[in-house]
């Protein structure tokens, strides 16, 4: 494992339980609103060795419920189904924040996760531009393969899309809406885009980024969707 962080404690990144993260170095994406692009180049030289890890959450055993994996892409690990085997004879239950873009590695890994944090990035066919990808589809199409997996497997989820008004339109994020409602999505939350230090591109207005949360038609449309809608600002 190819740890770039570790949280000790958590008591919002796996609802209900009070839970370490584990930040995984490495990331298949590049989106524009990435708030760790530290945690992006794979195979990068970090301080965390992953038996640390193991000596925290062995001195945690009785505190702790659950290990998040974050990242980064937890997904690009090789070691992933060993280090959430190693976490399980452990006692805690365990967690995976993913975007979904390498659904073999999810298939391998489902029947150890207890929940799942699943980022959709925008409508599935128009995924180049929020994903910092260059094929318009293909992550897309990895990203719907992998929310069937999860639908299948009946792990539960949440489903969340990161509202970053450079790359989606209300327009899109209705789409979406629509779409993983049909699906059967029951949990999904809206992320207000935060502005970065250094990115990329150049940053939208405030009135842009609150645009999403300020528009009450637009959220009542949503939440009729889902039986549990959230909106999280920053
Ligand atoms: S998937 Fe997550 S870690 Fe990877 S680039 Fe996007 S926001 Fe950053």
């Not at 009946?154 to 209300?170: M, N, Q, S």
């Amino acid at each position: 494992m190819n740890i770039g962080g570790l949280l000790p404690f958590t008591m919002i990144d796996f609802p209900g339980k009070l839970s370490a993260v584990v930040f995984c170095q490495g990331c298949v994406l590049r989106c524009p609103y990435c708030h760790n692009p530290e945690l992006q180049t794979v195979g990068a030289q970090t301080d965390v060795r992953w038996d640390d890890v193991i000596q925290l959450l062995k001195s945690r055993q009785k505190l702790l419920d659950g290990v998040v994996f974050s990242g980064g892409e937890p997904l690009v690990q090789d070691d992933l189904k060993k280090a959430l085997e190693q976490v399980k004879e452990l006692g805690f239950q365990t967690a995976l924040h993913t975007s979904g873009a390498l659904v073999d590695r999810l298939k391998e890994v489902l029947p150890l996760v207890d929940w799942i944090g699943l980022d959709v990035k925008a409508p599935f066919a128009h995924y180049a531009k929020a994903s910092g990808t260059k094929s318009e589809a293909a992550i897309g199409s990895k990203t719907e393969q992998a929310l069937d997996l999860i639908l299948n497997a009946g792990i539960p989820f949440e489903a969340r899309t990161t509202t970053d008004p450079r790359v989606l339109t209300k327009a899109d994020v209705k789409a979406l809406a629509l779409t993983l409602s049909q699906k059967g999505v029951k949990h999904y939350a809206l992320q207000e885009y935060r502005p970065l230090e250094n990115g990329k591109l150049p940053e939208p207005s405030p009135a842009e980024i609150t645009s999403f949360y300020t528009d009450k038609v637009f959220l009542d449309e949503l939440k009729e969707l889902f039986d549990d809608f959230i909106v999280r600002r920053a």
